[in-house]
C-alpha cells in the first residue's frame, strides 16, 4: 500500500495541472505519480484514467498532438512519452524503465518555415499489454491488446492481438 500522502500530493499535484491547462489536461484524480512531468504546448491534450502510477520520472509531452492513457497503467522509472499527432494507451498497462514512446521524426528534408517540422503518425498500444525495459515504440505503430514486449526492442511495426516481440521477432 502506498503512503496516503502520496495520494494527497498527488491529488495537489493534479488540481495544479488542471488549472494550469486547462480543457487541456484531463486526470483522475487518483493517481500514484512519484515525480512526474506534464508539458502542453500549441493546442496539445493530455487525458490520464484513474488509478495510474509509475516510480521515478515520467514525461508527457504533447505539442499539437494528443496523449491518452487509460485506466491502471504503470510506467517504471524514465518513461518519456513525446506526441505532435496521437499516442493512444490502452488500460492495465506495464512499461518498463527507460521507455521512450514519440510518434514523430523530424522533417530532416525540411527546406524552407512553410514545410512541416515533425512528420508524425498515431500510436496505438492496447489493453493489458507488457513492455520490457529500454524499449523504443516509434511513429505510426498498433501494438495490440495482452501483447508483451521484451526489453531492447524498437518497435517499428504493428503487432497483432496476443503477440510477443522478442529480439526482432514476432512470436
Not at 493546442?43 to 502510477?53: F, T
Amino acid at each position: 500500500m502506498r503512503s496516503p500522502f502520496l495520494y494527497l500530493k498527488n491529488y495537489f499535484n493534479i488540481l495544479i495541472l488542471k488549472l494550469k491547462y486547462q480543457s487541456r489536461f484531463k486526470a483522475g484524480f487518483i493517481q500514484t505519480f512519484d515525480k512526474l512531468h506534464v508539458e502542453i504546448h500549441n493546442k496539445g491534450h493530455i487525458q490520464l484514467g484513474s488509478y495510474n502510477q509509475n516510480r521515478g520520472n515520467l514525461y508527457l509531452i504533447s505539442d499539437k498532438g494528443n496523449i491518452t492513457i487509460g485506466d491502471h497503467c504503470f510506467f517504471n522509472t524514465g518513461s518519456s512519452i513525446t506526441s505532435t499527432e496521437s499516442i493512444t494507451i490502452g488500460s492495465y498497462c506495464k512499461f518498463g524503465n527507460n521507455l521512450v514512446i514519440v510518434d514523430h521524426d523530424h522533417n530532416y528534408k525540411r527546406k524552407s518555415e512553410s514545410e512541416p517540422e515533425f512528420i508524425g503518425k498515431p500510436i496505438v498500444i492496447g489493453d493489458n499489454t507488457w513492455v520490457g525495459a529500454n524499449v523504443v515504440i516509434l511513429k505510426g505503430v498498433t501494438i495490440g491488446n495482452n501483447c508483451v514486449i521484451g526489453a531492447g526492442s524498437i518497435i517499428t511495426k504493428d503487432i497483432p492481438d496476443g503477440k510477443k516481440y522478442i529480439s526482432g521477432k514476432t512470436l
